[in-house]
């Protein structure tokens, strides 16, 4: 039963991204071809909304579901690994016209085949949790 939320928030979230048209192949195209600036908008609020909250869990004047209160901790800038990462992550975006979150979405739609890809995303967080201590963090 306590999972029940996690549940609702997640169904609620695969209908905001559907209505917005966030998980599109078509508007993915569009933002990688810099045609629109649908995706831009979306992304950009996204970043807005999570630096306010980021801001907020660091004041301390929010806490996580069962009440407690979350200080993230300040990690060294990496950014060569941030360059690697988001390269790949860029890549397999453009390649299947499809960030990880949707995908489940997509797959909850009906569309089957986007099975290789969700497979795809777990060989290569396989990969990753392999190779993790060769990286640079």
Same mark, same amino acid.
């Given at each position: 039963?306590?999972?029940?939320?996690?549940?609702?928030?997640? %169904?609620?979230?695969g209908i905001v991204l559907t209505k917005s048209e966030v998980i599109s192949?078509?508007?993915?195209?569009? *933002?990688?071809?810099?045609?629109?600036?649908? *995706?831009?908008? %979306?992304?950009?609020?996204?970043?807005?909304?999570?630096?306010?909250?980021?801001?907020?869990?660091?004041? /301390?004047?929010?806490?996580?579901?069962? /009440?407690?209160?979350?200080?993230?901790?300040?990690?060294?800038?990496?950014?060569?690994?941030?360059?690697?990462?988001?390269?790949?992550?860029?890549?397999?975006?453009?390649?299947?016209?499809?960030?990880? /979150?949707?995908?489940?979405?997509?797959? /909850?739609?009906?569309?089957?085949?986007?099975?290789? %890809?969700?497979a795809s995303a777990l060989m290569g967080t396989l990969l990753y949790g392999v190779l993790r201590s060769r990286l640079p963090?």
């Amino acid at each position: 039963m306590r999972l029940l939320r996690f549940l609702l928030i997640g %169904v609620l979230f695969g209908i905001v991204l559907t209505k917005s048209e966030v998980i599109s192949w078509y508007r993915i195209q569009e *933002m990688f071809r810099f045609q629109s600036f649908h *995706m831009y908008g %979306v992304i950009g609020v996204a970043v807005i909304a999570g630096a306010i909250v980021q801001h907020l869990f660091k004041a /301390g004047l929010v806490g996580g579901f069962d /009440g407690k209160k979350i200080f993230p901790k300040d990690k060294p800038k990496t950014y060569t690994a941030s360059l690697i990462g988001g390269t790949f992550f860029g890549l397999g975006w453009a390649l299947t016209g499809a960030c990880p /979150g949707p995908l489940y979405i997509l797959f /909850g739609q009906g569309y089957w085949s986007i099975m290789i %890809v969700i497979a795809s995303a777990l060989m290569g967080t396989l990969l990753y949790g392999v190779l993790r201590s060769r990286l640079p963090h």
